[in-house]
């Protein structure tokens, strides 16, 4: 199964894809792993967002999105338009997509550690934390 770690900053979002088998993960290049929302306000910019991402899940089969959950209120609250980008990755028909809570990937990754140092991944340091809920989702 091929899924797409996502971690949602301000108004962009951070991808990674991974592919878990017998054991082993697999990080398949992407074309592209950063998406930014420039105008939220805008139909049309929203609809585009979401044809984007619909089509790179078309492209690379990529069965699941696993965002990396945030809390709605309090000090580490998601922004507003974060919560319009979850939307509208939850909207796409064509792929699910799973909120991992920061709780489950924090006792999936104490259960099952990362057994390569990310460095050596050779993915963008920016992309860890969608690498890191990718492979919580994924691990068993």
């Known amino acids: 199964m091929r899924v797409c770690g996502v971690d949602i900053k301000g108004s962009e979002i951070i ?8 054991g082993l993960f697999d990080l398949p290049d992407c074309r592209q792993v950063r998406f930014p929302l420039l105008k939220d306000q805008d139909t049309e910019q929203m609809r585009k967002f979401q044809f984007s991402m619909a089509k790179l899940a078309e492209d ?12 709605q209120k309090g000090k580490f609250a998601g922004s507003a338009i974060g919560f319009k980008i979850e ?3 939850q909207l796409i028909t064509s792929v699910d997509t799973v ?3 920061n709780a489950a990937i924090k006792d999936k990754l104490a259960a099952h550690p ?3 140092v990310f460095k050596d991944t050779g993915l963008k340091a920016f992309q860890e934390t969608a690498f890191t809920t990718a492979y919580a989702y994924l691990i068993h």
Request: proline share 3%.
């Open 15 to 22: 991808l990674c894809l991974m592919e878990m088998q017998d």
């Open 60 to 71: 690379y089969k990529i069965s699941k999105f696993v965002i990396r959950e945030r809390a």
């Open 87 to 89: 939307a509208a990755l």
């Open 99 to 101: 909120i991992c809570t």
């Open 114 to 116: 990362i057994p390569v």
